[in-house]
């Protein structure tokens, strides 16, 4: 069974530009997470959709973050403009039963 | 509100050596799952084990094992005769699936444990 794919795995943007992150979780997991993981912290919640309803995005900064996640399966986190802040690893997980989640490889993101 | 607490930043050990790593965890909620994810330097968080806020039972697989003690809201995992490729991140996590609007992940900061051959 193939695992939750994400890419790209590394991504360097200058600040104030925008980036997409693409995730395809397990197939026939409804449920789906973006986590952020700044250096050298634990992973943390950015939105969780079920099926293609988001119905956690409350840590979600949407002044410059978007997410969508079309049909249900595939999804996308968008960043525009990034910040140097913006700095982290995004980790996408999927989930059969919004219990045990299987994470990604994440994508490395540096805003320089 | 969900939190995890895991209070050693980093572990060093010799290979061989047994090591646990701790974690403590806050919840209103009865019903619960606690998790131990592991992720070494490639940066893929790889799961290791699931507990219900029912199930107290302590569980061995190979050399790790879980001690679940919900009187002291912990959930310690110890690795038994380590060896270097144990060296990992390794992370506690709660959820509350009973809860719509508190089900995610809750992560706590890690454990970096490093085993020196």
């Known amino acids: 069974e193939a695992g939750v794919v994400q890419s790209p795995r590394y991504k360097i943007i200058e600040k104030k530009q925008p980036v997409a992150f693409w995730c395809n979780p397990i197939?026939?997991?409804?449920?789906l997470y973006w986590y952020r993981q700044n250096l050298g912290q634990g992973p943390e919640l950015l939105i969780r959709y079920e099926n293609e309803e988001a119905v956690d995005d409350s840590q979600l900064p949407k002044d410059r973050f978007s997410a969508e996640r079309l049909k249900g399966v595939d999804s996308t986190l968008k960043i525009q403009p990034a910040e140097l802040g913006d700095s982290a690893v995004y980790l996408c997980a999927s989930s059969p039963d919004s219990t045990e989640a299987f994470f990604g490889q994440g994508t490395r993101l540096t805003v320089v | 509100a969900q939190k995890v607490t895991q209070a050693q930043t980093e572990i060093s050990v010799v290979e061989k050596e047994d090591v646990t790593l701790d974690c403590v965890y806050e919840t209103r909620d009865t019903t619960y799952y606690l998790f131990w994810y592991k992720q070494p330097p490639s940066g893929e968080l790889v799961f290791l084990i699931r507990r219900n806020s029912f199930d107290e039972q302590n569980e061995i697989s190979g050399r790790y094992s879980w001690n679940f003690q919900k009187s002291t809201s912990s959930f310690n995992f110890t690795i038994t005769a380590s060896q270097v490729v144990d060296s990992a991140v390794y992370f506690c996590a709660l959820s509350e699936p009973s809860d719509s609007n508190n089900n995610d992940m809750r992560f706590g900061a890690g454990t970096r444990l490093t085993v020196k051959p």
């Open positions: 197939s026939g997991h409804n449920t």
